[in-house]
């Protein structure tokens, strides 16, 4: 698969996590997908929070900016404006931080969303267009 695969929280907690629901899953994309990902403070921020809960270490995330694996793709401030927008449009759902600043990373590179987070099937880039996703989400429409 192509580079620059945008990566969400779960997956990366999935993949540091051995008793992650996803994480055989999350294993078998991460040996798929090209490196680096780009992904963004928020969504690393949820991931070492989510990690440290699970009794691991947060610096496990950040090795994987230090062996880049990961590396920041959108700087917040320059982007403010357009990240405002969109937790405005889906206040609704509601839309975190994290799934903002992905959105409109998305809407920047046209590159797909590696996700676990059922609410990128509802957000729209540039107001109308389907994200490109991959999750597990049509393998468990077919599990018992």
């Known amino acids: 698969m192509r580079a620059g695969v945008l990566l969400d929280t779960g997956p990366i907690v999935a993949f540091l996590y051995g008793r992650e629901r996803d994480h055989g899953w999350a294993v078998e994309r991460f040996a798929t997908l090209d490196p680096p990902f780009l992904s963004c403070e928020p969504v690393l921020t949820e991931a070492c929070f989510l990690v440290a809960r699970n009794g691991q270490s947060p610096v496990r995330v950040l090795d994987m900016l230090t062996r880049g694996i990961v590396r920041v793709g959108l700087e917040i401030q320059d982007e403010?404006?357009?990240?405002?927008?969109?937790?405005?449009?889906?206040?609704?759902?509601?839309?975190?931080?994290?799934?903002?600043?992905?959105?409109?990373?998305?809407?920047?590179?046209?590159?797909?969303?590696?996700?676990?987070?059922?609410?990128?099937?509802?957000?729209?880039?540039?107001?109308?267009?389907?994200?490109?996703?991959?999750?597990?989400?049509?393998?468990?429409?077919?599990?018992?």
Not at 89 to 97: D, F, G, I, K, N
Not at 112 to 119: E, G, K, V
């Open 80 to 144: 403010l404006a357009a990240v405002g927008a969109l937790m405005a449009r889906y206040a609704s759902v509601p839309m975190s931080l994290a799934d903002a600043c992905l959105v409109r990373l998305a809407e920047m590179t046209g590159s797909p969303i590696c996700t676990l987070d059922a609410d990128f099937a509802i957000y729209r880039a540039h107001g109308r267009q389907p994200l490109t996703l991959i999750s597990p989400a049509q393998r468990r429409l077919h599990e018992p």
